[in-house]
């Protein structure tokens, strides 16, 4: 896939700004062809040397950037030839997803396995064991506890792991337990 395509969807911009942030968005945003040094990237989006730096060894640690030394024969100064690569991306997002439907799954199981109750006042939730333990009375306000229905909650986390799990083609939870090691 091209740059520009990956970067015209809406969910890799997001992916990319999550990492690198707004002073670094014009960074991993406009990734050029072939090498080129943080000087020319700082001149070029006229941004301070620091932000490209930053931006530049997040999207190497997230394995979206590598870099060569070379040495100025004449100043005998090390410079950094960058070279972006996005290629990656896909497989780092789908990595994401899979860590995302690990956490909503665990977070769903742990809504729709317990009791919950609320405090009106000061929209405090308990766990039925630590509501029974205040005896169903707030310890900040004394107000009395009310069952709270969480229903809705776990129905919107139902429907979001099917879309999830559609997106990454995985049907049952035995091939997602396996994504752990990821
Ligand atoms: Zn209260």
């Given at each position: 896939m091209a740059f520009e395509d990956l970067l015209n969807d809406p969910v890799i911009q997001k992916y990319l700004h999550e990492l690198v942030g707004p002073t670094g968005m014009p960074v991993a945003a406009a990734p050029p062809d072939g090498e080129v040094t943080d000087e020319e990237l700082a001149e070029e989006l006229d941004l301070e040397l620091n932000d490209v730096r930053r931006a530049l060894f997040i999207l190497y640690e997230n394995d979206l950037a590598s870099y060569r030394r070379v040495r100025?024969?004449?100043?005998g100064w090390l410079t950094y030839l960058w070279t972006f690569e996005y290629e990656n991306i896909p497989e780092n997002l789908e990595e994401e997803m899979y860590r995302l439907l690990d956490a909503l799954q665990r977070r769903e199981e742990y809504e729709r396995t317990h009791e919950f109750y609320l405090c009106e006042v000061d929209s405090i939730r308990f766990e039925f064991g630590e509501a029974m333990d205040f005896g169903f009375e707030?310890?900040?306000?004394?107000s009395p506890l009310e069952a709270m229905e969480n229903n809705r909650l776990v129905g919107a986390m139902e429907r979001r792991l099917e879309e999830l799990q559609d997106e990454l083609n995985v049907d049952d939870a035995d091939d997602v337990d396996g994504v752990d090691a990821v």
């Open positions: 100025d024969e004449d100043s707030c310890p900040e306000c004394g």
